[in-house]
């Protein structure tokens, strides 16, 4: 049987990016993949690109891989937003820089007969939200190819990040699959009654599948796996607490599990009729 891994949203946290690596090398797993965003949010944005570079078969690209390394229209922006924009690119090699922009946006294999359609976000938007209590036609349009898909099929596994939290749900007969997030895990659904643990959120976490890679025989046994991996978070958090300039908002998400942004994911559900908790 052959193991590979699927990682995504490493935003800069190294401490997270290097356990899991480390998880990687002991399970003797023959290909990583990346889904992106390997930057914004952390400091250690360079060091993580390149362990990417050298570690991954494929590397998929990111919103935040986009936004960063695109040239954007500073004078429509607020000051704040025009700091954080050079605070993230000022943590880039003009290589690396370069490197993002080029990443291709989606990757296609088979895995025991099942055609495994890998991407950031949705395959027509990089940042689409689409949530684990989601519709089901934005569920269903995962399996969807699209002008940036390698092929015209529906998938039969779709494996995607960008949401932060993993989770494994099968719909007409397809298997849709969120690894969650190496260097920043949230849980958006949240309320201090209801909440469990916050450990069972804030580690670092990625998928590994188990399968015959390359087979087109749909008869042979597949296993998918979430793993959970804990990390030296005061370790990453000390490296952070000079330099960044989102300090607050990225101790909250690190520590907590608490997306910086809530509003805006109120609204995004709030428009398909769908009422979360308040933190
Ligand atoms: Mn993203």
């Given amino acids: 049987m052959d193991k590979i891994a699927i990682i995504s949203d490493i935003h800069g946290n190294l401490e997270a990016l290097k356990s899991v690596l480390e998880d990687i090398r002991e399970k ?4 990583i993949f990346c889904l992106g965003d390997i930057i914004a949010k952390g400091t250690h944005q360079q060091e993580c690109v390149n362990l990417i570079k050298q570690n991954c078969e494929a590397i998929i690209k990111g919103n935040c891989d986009e936004y960063f390394t695109s040239d954007i229209d500073l004078s429509t922006k607020s000051k704040q937003e025009v700091n954080r924009i050079a605070w993230n690119k000022s943590k880039l090699t003009e290589d690396n820089i370069e490197f993002l922009k080029n990443l291709p946006y989606c990757y296609e294999f088979y895995m025991s007969g099942r055609l495994v359609r890998i991407f950031h976000a949705t395959p027509e938007k990089i940042n689409d939200f689409v949530g684990n209590i989601d519709n089901i036609d934005r569920l269903y349009k ?45 849980d958006v659904f949240r309320n201090s009654k209801k909440d469990g643990n916050v450990k069972n959120t804030t580690v670092a976490n990625y998928l590994i599948i188990t399968g015959i890679l390359d087979s087109k025989n749909i008869d042979e046994k597949i ?17 952070n607490i000079k330099d960044n300039i989102e300090f607050k908002s990225y101790e909250e998400e690190i520590r907590k599990g608490k997306y910086r942004d809530m509003t805006k994911i109120y609204k995004s559900f709030a428009l398909r009729g769908i009422n979360i908790d308040k933190i």
């Fill in 28 to 31: 003797n797993i023959s290909k």
């Fill in 142 to 186: 995962l399996f969807l190819p699209s002008k940036n898909t390698i092929s015209n099929k529906k998938a039969d596994i779709a494996v995607y990040g960008h949401i932060h939290t993993p989770f494994i749900q099968r719909i007409y007969n397809r298997t849709i699959i969120n690894t969650g997030s190496v260097g920043n895990s949230i």
């Fill in 223 to 239: 296993s998918y796996e979430l793993v959970s991996i804990p990390y030296n978070l005061d370790k990453e958090l000390n490296d």
